[in-house]
């Protein structure tokens, strides 16, 4: 029962439909969020292991999301990956002063995400449960 | 000619002073004299009056007081002494010889007077002073009477006056003499000058046939004469040089004051720095420019007045700078006083033929450029996102499709939907991004002609009626067969339309419906596009026309707009004069009204297309 669970936020629909389909295969549990102010509230109720954040989003965007989520939990450092496609060096400069934040290349490939946080997995403590439960 | 009449005029003018001198003294000495006879006369009279009768009338033959006044007859002036009695009769007299003494004057009542007695056979007139005998008392009177002065003035001053006249007499003349002899020459000269002068017009006959003596004077003359000649001419140059160079003076500070006001009336913005780095002119568009007055500028150093670091380093540069070296330089900057303006600061050198002015700075308001520029930017930005969330989508659709769709027929299904959802939405977005840009460019000109609207109604509503059934919704088209011709261009009012179709189909839910409808009022068609789809907030009601602007989706579900089709179609509305109207709500659907003109039925035999 105690799957990893991983937070999709991200203004595209579609977005979060083909990552849910394609994490909840591999296994993970997923919640997803429109804004950041939705994902604030989702990590309120429960914290995931691995949160994945588009940047441009209406309202709280995910790097004001990324700095609120580092302040407001600053010892539960759960990796962040944020989906850019702004490949200039400025862009990812902010990035730098928060810990545990890394960049996904966009247009996003699933397998890659499924691939990073594999690596990811595997290289943390390990859990029982890191196994495929489905 | 002149100097004698000057001369007789001196004469004249002389002898009248002389005349009146003498006549003043003349004057001034009878009344003297006057005054003399009438205090002496008084006197007598007065002092006889006082003595007793008996005294003054003496008996018979003896000798009377009265005879002692004799010794008054060295006085030229007296004429007789008498005692009259109250009638007349003479009780006593005594006359000069020659003398009547003429009949008594009643007394005055003052006593003492004085009456003068017009001359008579004798020739001279008589002043008589008369007083009452102290010691009669009858009316007995004391008389005693002078000649009055006949001889104008006394001889003894005749050599006095004569003295004077004379001094003045041979004083005229000489003055006159001394005058005219200081005078001769020049009227001579003046003379000859004329003479001259006549012969140099009448062709110099009078010169050959002068004597030779006056060759000199004549030499003289001529020489003279050029010289005026010169010197008039020199003159009147000068005074045309003069009038010339006024009104030249006056062209130049015209062309200058125009000058300056083209310059002021120029939008941009002009500086003048002489080579030392201070402002010798300045426009007053400098101020709306860079917020700082022309009086701040004018005259003072840079660093006085600039406080934008980009412009004080470029001016910086072109001073220090050698005069070859300067060519034109400009910058862009925001301008520390106004900052929300954008400027283009263009620094010369002001070059003349072999010296500098200083430098020239054109100070251009960019803020539009600029603008348009971000805007340029921001275009291509958004339209790059536009086109790669679609296509990230399919990317990861196709991935998913690559992994899972084998398995699970249900995401195949979905995927292929997502997909061919994605690429029509970025098919519509390229469209709709050349009619845009057309639009913009200006280059999309409609072509309008006499349509017949429920054509074409009829034609956008086959073409959408897939799609909508595709999506679960119903499709109406409620359009009278005799609607009124309206003059569109049909191309583009199909893409307006086919738009708003495309809208209610999308942001509707399965089971929903789209209405096309088209009402005929008294003056305009009204097509309207009636769904029941999700609906707007007033707030977006309002922005929906917007460039790139898209209503916020709460929902799951994921339309996938891009925010151009609704300005497209407000722009081919305005197009053709034509009004856009929204009514919406949200959650229950929204109604998108074309307003158009009708075409007049006059032109019955027009052609219809």
């Known amino acids: ?134 | 000619m002149k100097n004698n009449r000057i001369g007789l005029i001196l004469v004249g003018s002389m002898l009248a002073v002389i005349a009146l001198v003498v006549t003043l003294l003349l004057q001034r000495q009878q009344i003297e004299h006057a005054e003399q006879v009438r205090a002496q006369g008084l006197g007598v009279v007065r002092s006889l009056a006082a003595l007793p009768a008996s005294v003054l009338i003496p008996s018979k033959g003896a000798p009377g007081v009265l005879d002692s006044i004799l010794a008054y007859r060295d006085n030229p002036d007296f004429a007789y002494a008498a005692v009259s009695a109250a009638d007349g009769r003479s009780l006593a007299e005594v006359t000069s010889p020659g003398t009547l003494v003429p009949p008594s004057a009643a007394l005055a009542l003052t006593g003492f007077a004085e009456r003068t007695i017009a001359a008579g056979q004798n020739g001279r007139a008589i002043r008589e002073f008369h007083g009452p005998l102290a010691s009669a008392d009858d009316k007995t009177q004391v008389r005693i009477g002078y000649f009055e002065a006949r001889t104008p003035f006394g001889m003894k001053d005749l050599p006095f006056y004569a003295l004077i006249a004379l001094a003045m007499f041979l004083l005229v003349p000489l003055i006159y003499l001394v005058i005219k002899r200081e005078m001769a020459p020049l009227a001579a000269l003046g003379e000859q000058l004329r003479v001259a002068a006549n012969q140099a017009t009448t062709h110099m006959p009078a010169l050959v046939s002068t004597p030779e003596s006056d060759a000199d004077v004549r030499t003289l003359a001529h020489t003279l004469n050029r010289y005026l000649d010169q010197a008039s001419t020199r003159i009147r140059e000068l005074e045309q040089e003069s009038v010339a160079s006024m009104a030249s003076g006056r062209l130049l500070e015209y062309g200058s004051n125009k000058m300056q006001a083209v310059l002021q009336c120029l939008p941009d913005g002009l500086l003048v720095l002489d080579p030392a780095g201070e402002v010798t002119f300045a426009t007053g568009k400098i101020e709306p420019l860079l917020g700082v007055p022309v009086a701040d500028v004018l005259s003072q150093p840079v660093e006085a007045w600039c406080r934008d670091p980009e412009l004080r380093a470029m001016l910086a540069r072109f001073r220090s700078a050698g005069l070859d070296t300067r060519s034109q330089m400009t910058i862009e900057f925001n301008p520390a006083g106004v900052p929300d303006k954008r400027l283009w600061a263009t620094a010369q050198a002001l070059l003349g033929h072999s010296m500098g002015y200083g430098t020239l700075v054109v100070l251009r308001d960019a803020t539009r450029e600029h603008l348009a520029r971000q805007a340029g930017n921001d275009f291509v930005a958004h339209v790059a996102h536009e086109l790669k969330s679609p296509l990230n989508v399919i990317g990861m659709y196709g991935e998913m499709l690559a992994d899972a769709g084998e398995d699970d027929p249900a995401v195949r299904v979905e995927a292929i939907n997502v997909i061919q959802d994605e690429v029509e939405r970025m098919s519509s977005l390229v469209n709709n991004l050349l009619n845009v840009s057309k639009l913009e460019m200006g280059s999309m000109r409609p072509e309008r002609h006499r349509v017949k609207l429920d054509d074409l109604l009829r034609d956008a509503y086959q073409q959408a009626r897939s799609r909508a059934e595709g999506k679960g919704i119903r499709l109406e088209l409620q359009v009278a067969r005799d609607l009124a011709a309206v003059s569109v261009d049909k191309d583009l009012f199909r893409i307006a339309l086919n738009n708003l179709l495309n809208n209610a189909i999308k942001y509707n839910q399965s089971g929903g419906s789209v209405v096309l409808a088209a009402d005929e009022g008294d003056l305009d068609v009204v097509i309207g596009v009636r769904d029941s789809g999700i609906g707007m907030t007033p707030e977006d009601r309002e922005r929906v026309t917007e460039k790139f602007f898209r209503v916020r989706e709460t929902g799951t579900e994921q339309r996938g707009g891009h925010g151009l089709g609704l300005y497209l179609t407000n722009q081919i509305v305005e197009l053709h004069h034509g009004r856009l109207t929204i009514d919406s709500e949200l959650g229950h659907g929204s109604v998108f009204s074309i307003h158009l003109k009708k075409m007049p039925a006059l032109v019955e035999g027009g052609q219809v297309l």
């Open chain 1, 1 to 134: 029962m105690n799957k990893r669970m991983i937070l999709l936020v991200d203004d595209e629909p579609h977005v979060i439909r083909v990552l849910r389909l394609m994490l909840e295969r591999e296994g993970y549990e997923v919640a997803s969020a429109n804004d950041g102010n939705e994902a604030l509230d989702k990590i309120g109720a429960r914290r995931p292991d691995v949160m994945v954040s588009d940047i441009q989003m209406a309202g709280m965007d995910g790097r004001e999301l990324c700095r609120t989520v580092r302040a407001r939990y600053p010892d539960e450092l759960f990796p962040i990956f944020v989906m850019t496609s702004m490949t200039a060096s400025g862009e990812r400069e902010w990035v730098r002063a928060l810990a545990n934040v890394d960049f996904l290349e966009k247009p996003l490939s699933p397998r890659q995400l499924i691939a990073r946080l594999a690596t990811h997995f595997a290289n943390a403590a390990p859990q029982p449960e890191n196994t495929h439960a489905a």
